[in-house]
């Protein structure tokens, strides 16, 4: 439960460009890729507020992310969506760093826990994932293996996949 209407914004730098980030109350509620699929709108309203407590915690995060640590995510995530789009996100926070899942097997994880669910609905709510980076949809990649989808661009999943295993991206197609 969000502690207060107001959403507060910075603009972060990263080595992959700028990304937005949003919060409401001590939780982060978005983080996008400047200009990509799905960015959302009426971010006018929002208040810039860089130094703001979640922001900085997600910018220790980033720092250690883009070193080649594997940070553990201790910033409260409270992502928008519907109940479906929630059991996605969450079985996409189990995919562990340096490794991949895909559409059919998160699609199975969802049906053994009682969804319904088709490969191209996890899909979509794969796609709309509010939380980029921090809730892992780069790590979700084709039944063949292949590069599938990425609302900020496929040259950004194979980077953040390179920079998690040295040689995850290489053998992926796009």
């Known amino acids: 439960m969000r502690e207060t209407k107001e959403i507060f914004t910075a603009i972060l730098d990263t080595p992959l460009g700028k990304i937005q980030a949003a919060a409401q109350g001590s939780a982060l509620t978005g983080l996008w890729f400047m200009g990509q699929k799905y960015f959302p709108s ?8 860089p130094g703001y407590a ?15 640590k594997r940070p553990e995510v ?3 995530l409270s992502p928008a969506g519907t109940d479906f789009q929630q059991a996605v996100w969450k079985d996409l926070l189990k995919i562990p760093y340096g490794k991949t899942s895909t559409y059919g097997t998160i699609t199975a994880n969802l049906v053994s826990g009682g969804k319904k669910a088709s490969a191209q609905a996890v899909g979509g709510a794969v796609g709309h994932n ?10 979700v990649i084709g039944a063949n293996g292949s590069l599938t989808g990425y609302a900020g661009g496929l040259d950004k999943k194979r980077t953040l996949l390179d920079l998690e295993n040295k040689g995850v ?5 796009c």
């Open 42 to 49: 009426g971010t006018e309203t929002w208040i810039n507020k």
């Open 54 to 68: 979640v922001f900085n915690s997600l910018k220790t995060w980033l720092k250690d992310y883009f070193d080649g």
């Open 74 to 76: 201790k910033i409260n």
């Open 130 to 139: 509010p939380i980029s980076l921090l809730i892992p949809c780069h790590r």
């Open 169 to 173: 991206g290489a053998g992926i197609k």
